[in-house]
């Protein structure tokens, strides 16, 4: 009795042996194989996307209150709603590097198949770079170039030295060679500060009579812009031209000047030409300013990171030309905008 229970025994036991290797070489063995895949697929975009699956794109953005910057990223939405495989996760740096830096490690956690980015700073810049290229995940840079962009996949902008040189050569034009400038300049060290200063004062070396009495920053802003002007206004000291980086800080130095009774006495140039800046063109208040096609530049960006995504070749830099916008011709461009 006990020797047919002992047999029985054996029995289950080498049919259940027999179960589990058998599962084994069916399930485990092919599970593990699928799990390495996906890893794979994430770290690269590239596999992903040859296998017809979703595309996902990390946008990184330094801070979604800028007026500007809002018509960036509306440039990378109208190219995500051409296409039927992508998908756009978008991210608010808030100006701080700190919390950008988190951003592109969540970014890189999930595994997204390529980032579009524009950093909060130029120094944390190169950093996010340096960190997402030790991963397989392509990088496009737009607009902000810094020391180390070019370790980026790609780079989408416009040449801010380029924006200098048209408006102050327009209002060079203006002033017949002559008078004394004020330059408002965005923050401190920002690419965008540095080229457009850079151009100003290239055009102010040719013409002799030309000189700056004032300049600081006002960041970007039309508050600030405004708060900047009334000092000056208040300094005693005469200029005959504001010059401005960009056009907010142009539409609150404007502002400034008609509420002091002295906007027929000194012109105003800008660089974006934003919506509202070019309504204030249209009445003659601002003289200039520069367009600054931030959807081209967006939809540029989301459509190279897209194609690095696929494995395909891009442009290493993509460079979107900015146009003089003046009262003769601020009916095309406000039509653009519609």
Not at 59 to 83: C, H, M, N, V
Not at 87 to 100: E, L, M, P, S, T
Not at 156 to 174: F, P, W
Not at 250 to 274: H, Q, S, Y
């Amino acid at each position: 009795m006990k020797s047919k229970q002992r047999l029985v025994s054996m029995l289950m036991s080498l049919a259940l042996l027999v179960l589990i290797i058998s599962g084994c070489s069916g399930g485990g063995v092919s599970s593990t194989k699928a799990n390495n895949q996906a890893d794979n697929e994430g770290a690269t975009g590239t596999k992903a996307a040859d296998k017809g699956k979703q595309i996902v794109i990390g946008a990184a953005l330094p801070d979604w209150s800028d007026k500007w910057l809002g018509y960036l990223q509306d440039g990378i939405r109208k190219f995500e709603k051409t296409q039927n495989d992508i998908k756009v996760i978008y991210v608010d740096g808030q100006q701080d590097a700190n919390k950008q830096l988190s951003q592109i490690e969540t970014f890189i956690s999930q595994k997204v198949d390529a980032i579009v980015f524009m950093p909060v700073d130029d120094a944390t810049g190169a950093a996010v770079v340096d960190r997402v290229k030790q991963t397989k995940i392509p990088i496009v840079v737009v607009n902000r170039p810094f020391a180390g962009v070019e370790k980026a996949d790609a780079f989408i902008g416009s040449k801010d030295i380029e924006a200098g040189t048209m408006q102050m050569e327009e209002i060079a034009k203006l002033l017949g060679g002559k008078g004394d400038i004020a330059i408002m300049m965005g923050p401190m060290g920002h690419a965008a500060q540095i080229g457009r200063t850079d151009g100003d004062k290239k055009v102010l070396a040719k013409h002799p009579d030309m000189k700056v009495v004032l300049e600081g920053s006002a960041s970007w802003d039309r508050a600030k812009g405004m708060a900047m002007m009334e000092n000056w206004l208040h300094s005693g000291k005469e200029f005959n031209a504001v010059v401005s980086n960009n056009d907010e800080m142009a539409i609150g130095a404007i502002m400034a000047a008609e509420a002091a009774g002295k906007l027929d006495k000194i012109v105003f140039a800008g660089v974006d030409a934003t919506p509202d800046a070019l309504e204030f063109v249209k009445s003659r208040k601002l003289k200039v300013t520069v367009y600054q096609n931030a959807d081209g530049q967006g939809g540029t960006a989301l459509e190279t990171a897209v194609k690095l995504a696929k494995g395909e070749q891009v442009e290493k830099n993509i460079y979107v030309p900015f146009e003089i916008v003046t009262p003769a011709n601020v009916d095309e461009y406000i039509k653009k905008w519609k």
